[in-house]
């Protein structure tokens, strides 16, 4: 999985693994998400990141496991 924060963007992609994209569908104004050809999702893309969370958080981003 990478995490990829894009500031001049102002997006977060998030690549959940790798595979080929086939088609990508925005669920949500601003939340894309891609998908493979087994329609898996394989990545989600955040825009307008700043107006979601506030700047303090996206200097640190917390991965959790369980």
Known sequence: MKVH????????????????IIESEEVYPGIILDFNE??????IEVLNLKSKMPSTSLKKIQLEFS
């Open 5 to 20: 924060i894009d500031e001049l963007a102002d997006a977060l992609y998030l690549r959940l693994y790798e595979s080929n």
């Open 38 to 43: 087994d329609n898996q999702v394989v990545g």
